[in-house]
């Protein structure tokens, strides 16, 4: 072939030894991108399997999430993963892109909510701590409708009741809220049995509505004539037994809560329907008052109502069958006349125990008997005044003579009650004469005549007071010291009078008849008296005789 | 250099790899053995293109998944991540690493490419006869093979934290799939490059003048 052969070195270089030929049909060195090629396959067709579906939560706000990081899970197994965080084209939501995972798919369906896990502190209780250091995470609730879904909206609030406990949905109306709040507990006899699930205003925005969830077996002891009341708060009162006080438990004064009872007697009647709707009333008491059948209606008046208040009493003959409960006007367009329909709550377990009774077996059949044949003998509503001075009104029920006839009008809702005016009018009319009288009174001139009188009577006033203030500076202290000395005075002069009563004791001693003294100075008067007797005598003698001084006596002459 | 380029192939010599004696052998007559060793002997490594073929698209299959796949699995009481290789370089680069980062796309992304298409351009011009600047391509094929190991840093660095970074709950670090297929690149694309026989590089120029 070549030369190389013939160079020196060559023949030192020893030959091969040759071998028959092999055969490689297949080097074994392929193997190797086959199993890469079966490991990347495998890799692929699993991760295919694997990958989730995408779904869709839109969410107010997009706090504590992360795209890539935030997981989503069911009873706190990971079930999928945040993968984007967008705005809605709005910019009022965060729309989440999600994906889960193949083995959660069953989850995503209509009525599954989500809802981002974070801390809180609500209803008592704090929840989700652990998210403080791990990262919030979307928390999914279960749903059991058959219909798919892949777009859902995010609840605001992790859901009080997950679907899986069992109990059931019930719903409140209450005037206000009071301290409620989703999470708030409900008890009955005093034992938490439930939860508020949601508060919300009514569209009209007239009351708010309470959803609550009872859990299973407590939502047995819901029927229908159970009455709710707001259990917040502090019921304190005093009476001659003394100070009573009467709470729920610690945490509902704190947070609120919801309290029912049914009526013992009634303990036994079927339950309330799911998601039946109950008033919700504000204190224990309102509660108990109202543990009655209810019986709405709507009497319609012609004339005013000014005066008639929403709790106004609904009267027969002075017990309370009823009250009112809304106050409307309502526009007639044939007669253009205004008419104003005022609904009311009969109680009609107050008209008889009769009543009630059959209320508790028939239901609301022999009631509605009862009410049709009072009507049909002229059972009316009319409008009565309560107080002449207030112009509070009331709603009176009676019979009334010769009234038009009329009937209960079954068909509307609330039923309409018949009624007839009241005498208001006439009340209205004389009050106007009474009125119109005391315009007519010369109050001007009176009112000017008083206003004189007062005046005078006012400088009158201020002079005497000015003389009752000099009185007060000038006699007051003169006064003083004339009243001291009197006092003196009359001390000198008890002492005095002492003396003199001493003094005319000693006298009557010596005055007294039988007193040697007196004794003694009558025997020297009578002396006294001789004395003079002979005295005159001696003067007489003198008299006739005056030489008889000089010569003395002479014989007498005989 | 200049001068009449001659190999031993040329002239029918062949050199046993077990004991190194040439010895004389024409391979067109058949399959020979070394007349002192009795090893099998090869002109060229045996199935050198075909082997470094199978091994190259093992490769380049495995490649697919190796990026795409979690790396690494990292736990701790507050937080959970799984890596693929070019999300721990996004973290590195967002985190402020961005040497780090570097150091790490170039050795696991950029190099095990470069090597992929390296080895495959030096394949196809050895099927096609090429006589397009052999020095240069011999030079990358040292290349090649020199820089080959490197790219196992991040294996290194997985398998060295896993196996340390035990901690229970409070710290865990685990070697996700995509390691496995990343492992298994790096090994693969070494063993082609040590299948491949640089001396094919230089056949078609046998019995010529080389001039550069």
Redesign the interface.
Known sequence: MTDVSSTPESSEIPDAVSEPRRRFSVQLVWIIPIVAALIGLSIAVKSFMDRGQTITITFKTGEGLEAGKTKIKYKDVQIGEVKELAISSDRSHVVVTAEVSRDAWGLLVKDTRFWVVRARISGGNVTGLGTLLGGSYIGVDAGSSPEEEDSFTGLEAPPAVSMDVPGRQFVLHAADIGSLDAASPVFYRRMQVGQVISTELDPAGTGVTVRIFIRAPFDQYVKPSTTFWHASGIDLSLSASGVKLNTESMVSILLGGISFQTPEGLLKVAQAPLQAAFPLFATRDEATKHAEMVAPFVLVFRESVRGLAVGAQVDLRGVTVGEVTKIDVALDPQRTEFSVPVQVQFYPERLSTQLRNQALQGGPRPFRELLDTLVAHGFRAEIKSGSLLTGQLYIGLDFVAKAPPARIDWSSDPPRFPTVPGSMEQLQKSLMRIAKKIENLPLQELAGDAGKTIRSLEASLKSADQLLKGMDAKLVPEARAVLTEARQSLEDLRKTLAEARNTLGGANEVLSSEAPVQMDLRETLREVSRAAQSLRVLGDYLEQHPESLIRGKREDRK | MSGKAVTAA?????SCHVCN?????QPS????????C?A??HMRKP?SV??CW??L???Y??Y??ANL?VIMETGS???Y?KDTIVSGVVHLWQTGSWMIAVIVFIASVIIPLLKLISLTLLLVSVQRRSRWRPKQRTRLYRMVELVGRWSMLDIYVVTLLAALVQLGSMATVKAG?GAV?FG?VVV?TMLAAM?FDPRLIWDPFQNEEIND
């Open positions: 040329g002239r029918d010599l062949c004696l040439v010895s004389r052998w007559a058949g399959p020979a053995y070394c007349p002192r009795g099998t002997l199935g075909a082997r199978a091994l698209i093992a490769a299959i495995l697919v998944p796949l009481f507050i937080s991540r799939p297929a298994a693969l299948q």
